[in-house]
Protein backbone atom coordinates (compact mmCIF):
# COMPACT_ATOMS: atom_id res chain seq x y z
CA UNK A 1 0.00 0.00 0.00
CA UNK A 2 1.92 3.11 -1.13
CA UNK A 3 1.53 6.20 1.33
CA UNK A 4 -1.32 8.24 -0.69
CA UNK A 5 -3.20 5.12 -0.40
CA UNK A 6 -2.44 4.70 3.51
CA UNK A 7 -3.08 8.27 3.37
CA UNK A 8 -7.14 7.66 1.82
CA UNK A 9 -7.65 4.28 3.85
CA UNK A 10 -7.37 6.58 7.19
CA UNK A 11 -9.20 9.26 5.51
CA UNK A 12 -11.92 6.53 5.29
CA UNK A 13 -12.06 6.36 8.93
CA UNK A 14 -11.19 9.33 9.98
CA UNK A 15 -14.98 10.77 10.86
CA UNK A 16 -15.74 8.15 13.17
CA UNK A 17 -12.26 7.75 14.70
CA UNK A 18 -12.76 11.52 15.84
CA UNK A 19 -16.17 10.83 17.20
CA UNK A 20 -14.76 7.92 19.37
CA UNK A 21 -11.83 9.99 20.48
CA UNK A 22 -14.13 12.63 21.31
CA UNK A 23 -16.74 11.08 23.26
CA UNK A 24 -13.56 9.57 25.40
CA UNK A 25 -11.75 12.31 26.05
CA UNK A 26 -14.49 15.03 25.96
CA UNK A 27 -11.88 17.47 24.30
CA UNK A 28 -11.78 18.49 20.38
CA UNK A 29 -8.29 19.11 21.06
CA UNK A 30 -7.04 16.21 22.78
CA UNK A 31 -8.89 13.75 19.88
CA UNK A 32 -7.11 15.44 17.04
CA UNK A 33 -4.02 15.45 18.66
CA UNK A 34 -4.85 11.77 19.45
CA UNK A 35 -5.83 11.39 15.34
CA UNK A 36 -2.51 12.79 14.75
CA UNK A 37 -0.62 10.20 16.38
CA UNK A 38 -2.73 7.19 14.83
CA UNK A 39 -2.14 8.74 11.27
CA UNK A 40 1.19 8.89 11.89
CA UNK A 41 1.47 5.17 13.73
CA UNK A 42 -0.29 3.86 10.60
CA UNK A 43 1.69 5.45 7.51
CA UNK A 44 4.70 3.35 9.61
CA UNK A 45 2.49 0.21 10.15
CA UNK A 46 3.35 -2.89 7.99
CA UNK A 47 -0.12 -2.86 5.89
CA UNK A 48 0.10 -6.23 4.41
CA UNK A 49 -0.15 -7.90 7.83
CA UNK A 50 -2.91 -6.00 8.51
CA UNK A 51 -6.10 -7.89 8.37
CA UNK A 52 -8.72 -5.06 9.57
CA UNK A 53 -7.22 -1.65 9.25
CA UNK A 54 -10.28 -0.24 10.68
CA UNK A 55 -10.47 -2.41 13.33
CA UNK A 56 -6.25 -1.66 13.79
CA UNK A 57 -6.92 2.03 13.94
CA UNK A 58 -9.86 1.68 16.61
CA UNK A 59 -7.63 0.12 18.87
CA UNK A 60 -4.57 2.14 18.22
CA UNK A 61 -6.76 5.21 19.13
CA UNK A 62 -8.79 3.71 22.08
CA UNK A 63 -5.60 2.93 23.48
CA UNK A 64 -4.46 6.16 22.93
CA UNK A 65 -7.24 7.75 24.18
CA UNK A 66 -6.73 5.49 27.64
CA UNK A 67 -3.29 6.79 28.13
CA UNK A 68 -4.27 10.24 27.55
CA UNK A 69 -7.29 9.80 29.83
CA UNK A 70 -5.07 8.76 32.53
CA UNK A 71 -2.70 11.58 32.57
CA UNK A 72 -5.36 14.29 31.82
CA UNK A 73 -6.74 13.36 35.57
CA UNK A 74 -4.06 15.25 37.25
CA UNK A 75 -4.34 17.96 35.20
CA UNK A 76 -8.27 18.19 35.20
CA UNK A 77 -7.40 17.86 39.32
CA UNK A 78 -5.70 21.12 39.13
CA UNK A 79 -7.80 23.35 36.49
CA UNK A 80 -9.03 26.30 37.47
CA UNK A 81 -12.99 25.81 38.31
CA UNK A 82 -15.39 23.80 36.56
CA UNK A 83 -14.00 21.19 33.53
CA UNK A 84 -16.33 21.28 30.81
CA UNK A 85 -16.02 19.41 27.91
CA UNK A 86 -15.45 21.42 24.96
CA UNK A 87 -18.70 22.20 22.60
CA UNK A 88 -18.96 21.43 19.22
CA UNK A 89 -20.96 22.08 16.29
CA UNK A 90 -22.78 18.93 15.42
CA UNK A 91 -21.54 18.13 12.34
CA UNK A 92 -18.02 18.09 13.87
CA UNK A 93 -18.40 15.48 16.28
CA UNK A 94 -18.06 12.61 13.98
CA UNK A 95 -20.45 9.63 13.36
CA UNK A 96 -22.09 7.88 15.67
CA UNK A 97 -25.80 5.77 15.91
CA UNK A 98 -27.49 8.66 18.28
CA UNK A 99 -27.43 12.37 19.20
CA UNK A 100 -27.62 11.71 22.66
CA UNK A 101 -24.44 10.30 22.63
CA UNK A 102 -23.12 13.95 21.91
CA UNK A 103 -24.80 15.67 23.92
CA UNK A 104 -22.68 17.76 26.18
CA UNK A 105 -24.62 16.67 29.39
CA UNK A 106 -23.58 13.10 28.80
CA UNK A 107 -20.37 13.86 27.86
CA UNK A 108 -20.37 15.43 31.84
CA UNK A 109 -22.05 12.36 33.04
CA UNK A 110 -18.81 9.99 31.31
CA UNK A 111 -16.53 12.60 33.52
CA UNK A 112 -17.05 10.59 36.75
CA UNK A 113 -16.20 6.92 35.46
CA UNK A 114 -12.50 6.09 35.33
CA UNK A 115 -10.69 5.65 31.98
CA UNK A 116 -11.74 1.91 31.78
CA UNK A 117 -15.05 2.50 32.34
CA UNK A 118 -15.57 4.99 29.69
CA UNK A 119 -13.51 3.04 26.96
CA UNK A 120 -15.64 0.07 27.77
CA UNK A 121 -19.02 2.13 28.14
CA UNK A 122 -18.20 4.08 24.81
CA UNK A 123 -17.41 1.48 22.74
CA UNK A 124 -20.02 -0.83 23.92
CA UNK A 125 -22.90 1.61 23.80
CA UNK A 126 -21.97 4.25 21.63
CA UNK A 127 -20.16 1.92 18.52
CA UNK A 128 -21.65 -1.71 19.74
CA UNK A 129 -19.14 -3.01 19.74
CA UNK A 130 -19.34 -6.68 21.32
CA UNK A 131 -17.28 -7.41 24.53
CA UNK A 132 -14.83 -10.25 22.82
CA UNK A 133 -14.02 -7.05 20.35
CA UNK A 134 -13.71 -4.52 23.12
CA UNK A 135 -11.22 -6.86 25.54
CA UNK A 136 -9.02 -7.46 22.59
CA UNK A 137 -9.17 -3.10 22.14
CA UNK A 138 -8.28 -2.63 25.59
CA UNK A 139 -6.44 -5.32 26.86
CA UNK A 140 -8.18 -6.68 29.57
CA UNK A 141 -10.44 -10.14 29.79
CA UNK A 142 -14.02 -10.45 28.37
CA UNK A 143 -15.63 -11.14 31.94
CA UNK A 144 -13.66 -7.69 33.08
CA UNK A 145 -15.06 -5.84 30.21
CA UNK A 146 -18.42 -6.54 30.94
CA UNK A 147 -18.11 -5.67 34.92
CA UNK A 148 -16.39 -2.27 33.38
CA UNK A 149 -19.59 -1.94 31.21
CA UNK A 150 -22.27 -2.88 33.62
CA UNK A 151 -20.94 -0.59 36.60
CA UNK A 152 -20.43 2.42 33.74
CA UNK A 153 -24.09 1.75 32.24
CA UNK A 154 -25.36 1.72 36.00
CA UNK A 155 -23.80 5.46 36.83
CA UNK A 156 -25.13 6.79 33.24
CA UNK A 157 -28.48 5.25 34.11
CA UNK A 158 -28.54 6.74 37.21
CA UNK A 159 -27.69 9.88 36.00
CA UNK A 160 -29.49 10.35 32.90
CA UNK A 161 -33.21 12.24 32.24
CA UNK A 162 -36.31 10.25 33.46
CA UNK A 163 -38.27 11.65 30.01
CA UNK A 164 -37.16 11.46 26.63
CA UNK A 165 -36.92 15.21 25.04
CA UNK A 166 -38.25 16.50 22.47
CA UNK A 167 -36.10 19.18 19.90
CA UNK A 168 -39.44 20.86 19.61
CA UNK A 169 -39.56 21.17 23.31
CA UNK A 170 -35.97 21.78 23.78
CA UNK A 171 -35.71 24.75 21.29
CA UNK A 172 -38.82 26.15 23.24
CA UNK A 173 -37.51 26.63 26.69
CA UNK A 174 -34.02 27.63 25.29
CA UNK A 175 -36.27 30.45 23.91
CA UNK A 176 -37.88 31.15 26.87
CA UNK A 177 -34.78 30.83 29.37
CA UNK A 178 -32.60 33.56 26.99
CA UNK A 179 -35.61 36.00 26.91
CA UNK A 180 -36.21 35.87 30.60
CA UNK A 181 -32.01 35.91 31.07
CA UNK A 182 -32.43 39.10 28.82
CA UNK A 183 -34.99 41.30 30.39
CA UNK A 184 -34.01 39.91 33.68
CA UNK A 185 -37.19 38.31 34.19
CA UNK A 186 -35.94 36.66 37.55
CA UNK A 187 -39.63 35.22 38.57
CA UNK A 188 -39.83 33.88 34.90
CA UNK A 189 -36.56 32.38 34.56
CA UNK A 190 -37.16 30.55 38.14
CA UNK A 191 -40.32 29.26 36.56
CA UNK A 192 -38.46 27.51 33.77
CA UNK A 193 -35.86 25.62 36.22
CA UNK A 194 -36.46 22.46 37.85
CA UNK A 195 -36.05 22.82 41.88
CA UNK A 196 -32.64 20.46 41.20
CA UNK A 197 -31.09 22.54 38.56
CA UNK A 198 -27.36 23.32 38.38
CA UNK A 199 -25.48 25.72 36.61
CA UNK A 200 -21.94 24.98 35.55
CA UNK A 201 -19.07 27.48 34.10
CA UNK A 202 -16.37 27.06 32.92
CA UNK A 203 -13.48 29.22 32.40
CA UNK A 204 -10.84 27.46 32.76
CA UNK A 205 -8.65 30.59 34.51
CA UNK A 206 -8.72 32.35 31.34
CA UNK A 207 -12.45 34.32 31.72
CA UNK A 208 -14.32 35.17 34.60
CA UNK A 209 -16.66 32.49 35.77
CA UNK A 210 -18.18 30.40 38.83
CA UNK A 211 -15.92 28.25 40.18
CA UNK A 212 -18.09 26.01 41.71
CA UNK A 213 -21.56 24.49 40.27
CA UNK A 214 -24.35 26.63 41.67
CA UNK A 215 -27.83 24.89 42.82
CA UNK A 216 -31.27 25.51 42.83
CA UNK A 217 -33.48 28.03 40.83
CA UNK A 218 -33.27 31.24 43.19
CA UNK A 219 -29.40 31.08 43.09
CA UNK A 220 -29.16 30.04 39.07
CA UNK A 221 -31.57 32.65 37.98
CA UNK A 222 -29.91 35.62 40.27
CA UNK A 223 -25.96 34.36 38.23
CA UNK A 224 -27.70 34.20 34.93
CA UNK A 225 -29.61 37.46 35.36
CA UNK A 226 -26.74 38.94 37.74
CA UNK A 227 -24.08 38.14 34.68
CA UNK A 228 -25.99 39.55 31.83
CA UNK A 229 -26.20 42.87 33.57
CA UNK A 230 -22.79 42.87 34.26
CA UNK A 231 -21.90 42.89 30.63
CA UNK A 232 -22.02 39.17 29.58
CA UNK A 233 -24.89 39.97 27.18
CA UNK A 234 -23.59 42.69 25.01
CA UNK A 235 -22.72 41.19 21.75
CA UNK A 236 -24.42 39.52 19.00
CA UNK A 237 -26.91 36.22 20.24
CA UNK A 238 -27.87 33.20 17.86
CA UNK A 239 -29.23 29.82 18.48
CA UNK A 240 -26.55 26.87 16.95
CA UNK A 241 -26.87 23.45 16.76
CA UNK A 242 -24.28 22.18 19.49
CA UNK A 243 -23.02 18.69 20.28
CA UNK A 244 -26.59 17.77 18.58
CA UNK A 245 -29.00 20.05 20.09
CA UNK A 246 -29.85 23.98 19.86
CA UNK A 247 -27.73 26.36 21.93
CA UNK A 248 -26.49 29.81 22.56
CA UNK A 249 -23.65 31.37 21.18
CA UNK A 250 -22.90 35.03 22.40
CA UNK A 251 -20.55 36.73 19.69
CA UNK A 252 -17.99 39.70 19.79
CA UNK A 253 -16.74 40.87 16.56
CA UNK A 254 -17.06 37.39 15.01
CA UNK A 255 -15.63 35.70 17.87
CA UNK A 256 -17.37 33.06 20.19
CA UNK A 257 -17.24 34.43 23.55
CA UNK A 258 -19.74 31.91 25.70
CA UNK A 259 -21.62 29.20 24.35
CA UNK A 260 -24.79 28.57 27.01
CA UNK A 261 -26.48 25.08 26.67
CA UNK A 262 -29.06 23.37 28.45
CA UNK A 263 -30.53 19.84 29.37
CA UNK A 264 -34.45 19.33 29.52
CA UNK A 265 -36.38 16.62 31.83
CA UNK A 266 -40.00 16.58 32.12
CA UNK A 267 -40.78 20.46 30.90
CA UNK A 268 -38.12 21.75 33.49
CA UNK A 269 -34.69 22.88 32.35
CA UNK A 270 -32.54 20.45 35.10
CA UNK A 271 -28.83 21.62 34.04
CA UNK A 272 -26.89 24.62 32.38
CA UNK A 273 -23.62 24.84 31.35
CA UNK A 274 -21.81 27.96 30.49
CA UNK A 275 -18.35 27.84 28.38
CA UNK A 276 -16.56 31.09 28.73
CA UNK A 277 -13.03 29.35 28.05
CA UNK A 278 -11.91 30.92 24.69
CA UNK A 279 -9.70 27.75 24.03
CA UNK A 280 -12.64 25.86 24.78
CA UNK A 281 -14.93 27.91 22.20
CA UNK A 282 -12.16 27.94 19.00
CA UNK A 283 -14.05 25.40 17.42
CA UNK A 284 -17.19 27.52 17.07
CA UNK A 285 -15.70 30.29 15.09
Known sequence: MSPD?????????????????????????????????AHVRWQAADHAAIEAPGGWLTTVVSRLCLDQLKSAR??????????LPEPLPTERTGSAPDLESISLAFLVLLEALSPLERAVF???????????EIAAIVGREEAACRQLAHRAREHVRSKRPRFARSRE????????????????????LQQLLADDVVAWSDGGGRARAARNPVLGP???????????????????LSLVEINGWPAAVLWDHGVAVAAVSIEVDDEKIHSVQIMVNPDKLAALN
Open 169 to 188: QHEQLLGAFLGAVAQGDLDG
Open 218 to 236: DRVARLLVGTAKKGGAHGT
Open 74 to 83: SRREAYVGTW
Open 5 to 37: EAATLFGAHRSRLFGLAYRMLGSAAEAEDILQE
Open 122 to 132: VLREVFDYDFS
